[in-house]
C-alpha cells in the first residue's frame, strides 16, 4: 500500500503489528500460489477490514470477492453485525472501491482514529 499511496496516508499495518491477537489473516491459495491475503480486525463494537490485496496478475476472476465474502462471514461468526474499512481513493484503490459498493458497504465519514487526509474514503456495512 506504501508504494501506490501518497506519503504519509497509508494505514498499512507492518508485519508486527498484524501479529496482534485482535487480528486475523486469510488467504487465498491455488496450487501452493498466495493470490491474495485479507485481514479482519476486530473492535469493541464492530470488525474492521484492515487490508485486502490480489496479485494484479489474477484480478478480475473473483478472488478479491470471495476473500472479502469470507471476511464477512468470519466477523458474522464472531458476533459483529457491523463492519467498516478504509481504503484509497487513487486508480490502484478503483477495484477495491468498486468490490465494496457492489458488496452493499456504504460511504461513512473517519473512524477509530483514522483521518481524512484527501486520500482515503470511509465505508461500512451493516450484517
Do not use: C
Request: hydrophobic share 40%.
Amino acid at each position: 500500500m506504501l508504494e501506490v499511496s501518497p506519503p504519509g496516508t497509508a494505514y498499512a499495518f507492518d508485519l508486527d503489528r498484524m501479529r496482534s491477537s485482535d487480528i486475523r489473516i486469510f488467504g487465498a491459495w491455488n496450487d501452493g500460489q498466495l493470490l491474495a491475503v485479507g485481514a479482519l480486525r476486530t473492535h469493541s463494537e464492530f470488525a474492521e477490514i484492515k487490508s485486502m490485496r490480489t496479485l494484479p496478475e489474477h484480478g478480475g476472476k473473483g478472488i478479491g470477492k470471495a476473500l472479502l465474502d469470507l471476511l464477512l462471514k468470519e466477523a458474522s461468526n464472531l458476533g459483529f453485525d457491523l463492519v467498516k474499512l478504509e481504503t484509497g481513493i487513487s486508480a490502484p484503490f478503483e477495484p477495491a472501491n468498486r468490490l465494496y459498493r457492489a458488496a452493499g458497504f456504504s460511504e461513512i465519514g473517519p473512524f477509530a482514529g483514522y483521518t481524512d487526509n484527501g486520500d482515503n474514503r470511509f465505508y461500512e456495512l451493516k450484517l
